[in-house]
């Protein structure tokens, strides 16, 4: 009778668990839908889909097709994986399609941050990030500050034994501060470093708003990085004479009313965009280029002879200019490919704001539709010998001739910082390879996805050339 009974027990749990997986896809049964699986109530397909990954995904779109529905990171979401209808999408903010990033980073980035924005404010933050950042302005302004600072950062490398994952995300934090505000390295911008982490960690959080929680820290870390930039706005209003012809100045210019043009909130909100949007972007590139290199001799020693070429013809105490960077062909080539093969972007989220149609479909308003381009980037289709490590198919040819390559999104939301991402890379590795030889101390786990990062942080023995 017993042992009758305890067969009983699993049986009567795997019951009531096709029981509660049939009632959430009930739940979600409206006419019209993509086909797909809905997962457990409120956890949904989170589990699997980070799990498995991109093979959760491939295996779904091959029972599905390349538009299913999910339920993932907490929502009800369509993935799209058809490349016309992902370049439509991003095409289509008009038509209702808006950024669908989560609440945790929407409410700890603040609510002018240009992801949170729509219509006409949109416009006016990001033309007011453009002025700041588009390519005349590196060219002007910013190249000589970002080599400046790039120089002095990779000096006295040799010999050591550095977690070059940590280093390339210091990089882009700290040259960004000295680009924004111009804070040089030093107590302040450690301490703004550190808080700047804890901003970072808290958006990419789950959103529980409890003392211990990374959201919590985060927002705890929001309100010091607010607090610093307050002082530092009054100490430039206060002395005019201390312009320090940097965003900052930019963004407090005020029109000819002598109206400021953003508000000091506003005015935050960018700092905040511009430091986080850059700072995965541009430090993962940056590693996992060398990662390429490192593991691809002759892409190496025609990256190193692109950059002694510049080198030779300049004094012993030169800057990289304009001209030289628009002549660094190779390294471009090496960016695109390392953008591409690592997936440094998966893809981009959107949020319908009315019901909406796709392929004949009818997508509710409210869900999240995940803009997946991650597998346009290893279609053979597109990309011969799609796996390989190959900055040769990228030569001659802009980025802009890919017409599947999404890396930089597209859109009315294209990156606005394209231009100066692949500087900041081009910059790190002009003086990374040729001052220095490396090797890996091996045996680091490199994850692909949900991001592209090594957990345990990833380290080389440096030695100079
Ligand atoms: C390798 C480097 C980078 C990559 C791969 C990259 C990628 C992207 C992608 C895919 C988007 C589109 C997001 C969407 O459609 O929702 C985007 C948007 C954006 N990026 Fe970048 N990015 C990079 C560097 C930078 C840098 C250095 C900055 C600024 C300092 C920047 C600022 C922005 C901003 C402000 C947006 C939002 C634009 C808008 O909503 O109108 N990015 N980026």
Same mark, same amino acid.
């Given at each position: 009778?017993?042992?009758?009974?305890?067969?009983?027990?699993?049986?009567?749990?795997?019951?009531?668990?096709?029981?509660?997986?049939?009632?959430?896809?009930?739940?979600?049964?409206?006419?019209?839908?993509?086909?797909?699986? *809905?997962?457990?109530?409120?956890?949904?397909?989170?589990?699997?889909?980070?799990?498995?990954?991109?093979?959760?995904?491939?295996?779904?779109?091959?029972?599905?097709?390349?538009?299913?529905?999910?339920?993932?990171?907490?929502?009800?979401?369509?993935?799209?994986?058809?490349?016309?209808? #992902?370049?439509? *999408?991003?095409?289509?903010?008009?038509?209702?399609?808006?950024?669908?990033?989560?609440?945790?980073? @929407?409410?700890?980035?603040?609510?002018?941050?240009?992801?949170?924005?729509?219509?006409?404010?949109?416009?006016? *933050?990001?033309?007011?990030?453009?002025? @700041?950042?588009?390519?005349?302005?590196?060219?002007?302004?910013?190249?000589?500050?970002?080599?400046?600072?790039? #120089?002095?950062?990779?000096?006295?490398?040799?010999?050591?034994?550095?977690?070059?994952?940590?280093?390339?995300?210091?990089?882009?934090?700290?040259?960004?501060?000295?680009?924004?505000?111009?804070?040089?390295?030093?107590?302040?911008?450690?301490?703004?470093?550190?808080?700047?982490?804890?901003?970072?960690?808290?958006?990419?959080?789950?959103?529980?708003?409890?003392?211990?929680?990374?959201?919590?820290?985060? $927002?705890?870390?929001?309100?010091?990085?607010?607090?610093?930039?307050?002082?530092?706005?009054?100490?430039?209003?206060?002395?005019? @004479?201390?312009?320090?012809?940097?965003?900052?100045?930019?963004?407090?210019?005020?029109?000819?009313?002598?109206?400021?043009?953003?508000?000091?909130?506003?005015?935050?909100?960018?700092?905040?965009?511009?430091?986080?949007?850059?700072?995965?972007? =541009?430090?993962?590139?940056?590693?996992?280029?060398?990662?390429?290199?490192?593991?691809?001799?002759?892409?190496?020693?025609?990256?190193?002879?692109?950059?002694?070429?510049?080198?030779?013809?300049?004094?012993?105490?030169?800057?990289?200019?304009?001209?030289?960077?628009?002549? *660094?062909?190779?390294?471009?080539?090496?960016?695109?490919?390392? @953008?591409?093969?690592?997936?440094? =972007?998966?893809?981009?989220?959107?949020?319908?704001?009315?019901?909406?149609?796709?392929?004949?479909?009818?997508?509710?308003?409210?869900?999240?539709?995940?803009?997946?381009?991650?597998?346009?980037?290893?279609?053979?289709?597109?990309?011969?010998?799609?796996?390989?490590?190959?900055?040769?198919?990228?030569?001659?040819? #802009?980025?802009?001739?890919?017409?599947?390559?999404?890396?930089?999104?597209?859109?009315?939301?294209?990156?606005?910082?394209?231009?100066?991402?692949?500087?900041?890379?081009?910059?790190?590795?002009?003086? $990374?390879?040729?001052?220095?030889?490396?090797?890996?101390?091996?045996?680091?786990?490199?994850?692909?996805?949900?991001?592209?990062?090594?957990?345990?942080? $990833?380290?080389?023995?440096?030695?100079?050339?």
């Amino acid at each position: 009778m017993m042992g009758i009974l305890l067969l009983g027990v699993p049986f009567l749990f795997l019951f009531i668990c096709c029981g509660v997986l049939k009632l959430n896809e009930l739940r979600y049964r409206k006419k019209g839908l993509p086909p797909g699986t *809905m997962g457990w109530p409120f956890f949904g397909e989170t589990t699997e889909f980070l799990k498995q990954g991109p093979s959760f995904m491939k295996n779904q779109s091959a029972k599905h097709g390349s538009l299913f529905k999910s339920h993932i990171l907490g929502s009800p979401t369509v993935v799209c994986m058809e490349p016309e209808l #992902n370049r439509y *999408m991003l095409m289509s903010e008009g038509k209702g399609l808006v950024p669908g990033y989560p609440q945790s980073m @929407l409410k700890i980035m603040g609510k002018w941050n240009i992801g949170a924005v729509e219509g006409s404010l949109h416009k006016t *933050m990001r033309s007011s990030m453009l002025g @700041l950042i588009r390519p005349t302005m590196i060219r002007d302004k910013l190249l000589s500050k970002i080599d400046e600072f790039i #120089n002095a950062f990779l000096c006295h490398w040799n010999g050591q034994v550095i977690d070059i994952q940590e280093k390339t995300k210091e990089m882009w934090l700290l040259s960004a501060l000295k680009l924004i505000a111009g804070i040089e390295t030093g107590p302040l911008s450690e301490s703004m470093k550190k808080e700047l982490y804890g901003v970072l960690t808290g958006t990419i959080s789950l959103p529980i708003y409890f003392p211990g929680t990374n959201y919590y820290r985060g $927002f705890k870390a929001r309100e010091k990085v607010i607090s610093m930039l307050e002082n530092i706005i009054k100490e430039r209003r206060r002395d005019p @004479l201390c312009c320090q012809a940097d965003m900052l100045d930019s963004l407090l210019e005020t029109d000819s009313e002598n109206e400021a043009k953003l508000s000091d909130e506003q005015i935050i909100d960018t700092i905040l965009t511009l430091v986080y949007s850059g700072f995965e972007t =541009v430090s993962t590139t940056t590693m996992m280029a060398i990662k390429y290199l490192h593991d691809h001799p002759q892409a190496l020693e025609e990256f190193r002879n692109e950059h002694f070429e510049i080198k030779k013809k300049k004094s012993s105490d030169y800057k990289i200019d304009w001209n030289d960077y628009k002549s *660094m062909e190779f390294t471009r080539a090496v960016i695109c490919e390392t @953008l591409r093969l690592a997936t440094v =972007v998966n893809g981009v989220l959107r949020k319908t704001t009315k019901d909406t149609e796709l392929k004949g479909y009818i997508i509710p308003k409210g869900w999240k539709i995940y803009v997946y381009s991650r597998e346009m980037n290893y279609d053979p289709l597109v990309y011969d010998e799609p796996f390989s490590f190959n900055p040769w198919r990228w030569m001659n040819q #802009n980025l802009e001739s890919h017409h599947y390559f999404l890396s930089f999104g597209g859109g009315g939301r294209l990156c606005p910082g394209k231009e100066l991402g692949i500087v900041q890379v081009s910059l790190f590795l002009h003086y $990374f390879v040729t001052r220095y030889r490396w090797e890996e101390i091996g045996g680091e786990k490199l994850l692909k996805f949900p991001r592209v990062e090594a957990p345990k942080g $990833f380290h080389i023995r440096i030695w100079d050339y």
